[in-house]
């Protein structure tokens, strides 16, 4: 044999991948190989059923009233809600933000599972939630507890409260996997004038938003 | 000789015409492969994305078709080139995997096995350019209805069939009204 048990799966991978025009084919007959969704082209293709089920989990509304371990909630297509909050619940997803009071008016996002047309099991919760992607307005370098301008593509301002518990991206020297986000704490960020980044966090005092995470984008005109 | 020749005439169309309608079946997810791969200059990604696989398309017609078995398996090695050459720029930028080949669809195989394939294909080509130089072999043509040209046939009208229907409206505005109340615009 020329071949050991490695290289027999060696070759065999690379025979698939001989055929890997098969699988896609067959995709494109079943549908479901089309255009994102959220690219303005579209989605022709049903949902897959998982995706459906696993947007079923969610529910967006606004907190009417609060109560003990639970909110009255006014979601969307469901009319008003009793959001419960077991203990396990978890908030913001631990992150800093977390600790900050409901309001009155809040959004809220929530996944969990419907006991019964009223009443709403909360597993996760998201208050105020803000995603924003904009340019940098001045050059700065950022520590923790700073303010960042940003403007988006509608010209619209955002003001960026940065804390020592916002994620951002590592420097390149720390060689940590792609992707990989680390708090801001004992770091400086060097931001430029122009430069888009991704921000996501907590809206507060409907002005400023308390940045969770923030990540930088890829610069398209740029190589 | 003229049954591999035809073998590889009818493999190269079925690949390529596959791989061009994968691509026109979502333009975004190709460019997107371009993007992260990194082994093109960003302004040429909107150029490329559309030329790739409008080349790919015609090589695989010529191919089905037999009309200039030369002009097909010249396009063919001229492709198969350039893919290699993709990939192995992209092997060197790290052991990233989805090549945008086949749209949203491309497997995901890892950098070695990638650059296999790709090398196999490469060398299956110029095996097929060679024969189709040769005398023996331009007289044999892949029949127009061989079952590689019906399949692509078939499969491309599924595919604008399915581009072609209308949209389905959902009722979006619910986020709106919602947005509203909350004092959001």
Request: proline content about 5%.
């Amino acid at each position: 044999m020329l071949l050991n048990g490695s290289g027999t799966k060696f070759a065999l991978k690379v025979a698939v991948g001989m055929f890997e025009f098969v699988p896609a084919a067959w995709q494109l007959i079943r549908g479901n190989a089309g255009p994102h969704p959220g690219l303005g082209q579209a989605s022709l293709a049903p949902p897959d059923s998982v995706e459906v089920e696993e947007l079923e989990k969610y529910r967006l509304g606004v907190v009417l009233d609060i109560r003990a371990s639970e909110l009255l909630v006014q979601v969307m297509g469901k009319g008003e809600l009793r959001f419960v909050l077991s203990t396990e619940a978890i908030v913001w997803d631990d992150r800093w933000v977390k600790d900050i009071p409901l309001r009155v008016g809040d959004r809220v996002l929530a996944r969990g599972s419907e006991r019964d047309e009223t009443v709403f099991e909360v597993t996760q919760l998201y208050v105020n939630m803000v995603d924003v992607v904009g340019a940098v307005l001045t050059d700065q370098a950022v520590r923790g507890s700073s303010q960042v301008e940003l403007q988006d593509q509608r010209g619209e301002k955002h003001a960026v409260i940065l804390d020592d518990r916002t994620m951002v991206l590592p420097s390149p020297d720390e060689e940590l996997p792609y992707g990989t986000l680390v708090p801001l704490a004992g770091r400086v960020a060097a931001l430029d004038k122009g430069q888009p980044v991704h921000v996501i966090g907590r809206l507060w005092r409907d002005a400023l938003v308390l940045a969770v995470t923030l990540d930088v984008v890829a610069r398209l005109e740029n190589d | 000789m003229g049954t591999l020749f035809l073998l590889s005439q009818g493999y190269f169309a079925a690949v390529l015409g596959v791989a061009a309608l994968a691509k026109f079946n979502n333009l975004s997810a190709f460019s997107d492969a371009l993007r992260k791969q990194r082994t093109v200059p960003s302004r040429f990604i909107p150029m490329l994305s559309i030329l790739v696989p409008a080349v790919e398309a015609v090589t695989a017609l010529f191919l089905v078709i037999g009309l200039f078995p030369l002009v097909g398996a010249g396009s063919c090695l001229f492709l198969c080139t350039c893919f290699f050459i993709a990939k192995v720029l992209a092997a060197r930028r790290g052991p990233t995997a989805d090549c945008g080949c086949f749209g949203a669809s491309s497997a995901k195989a890892g950098a070695v096995e990638a650059l296999t394939v790709s090398f196999v294909l490469l060398a299956v080509s110029l095996l097929a350019f060679g024969l189709a130089a040769s005398n023996s072999a331009t007289d044999n043509r892949l029949p127009v209805l061989s079952p590689v040209g019906v399949g692509l046939a078939l499969l491309a009208g599924v595919v604008i069939a399915r581009r072609l229907r209308l949209p389905v409206q959902s009722s979006s505005n619910d986020h709106m009204e919602l947005a509203k109340e909350a004092g959001h615009p």
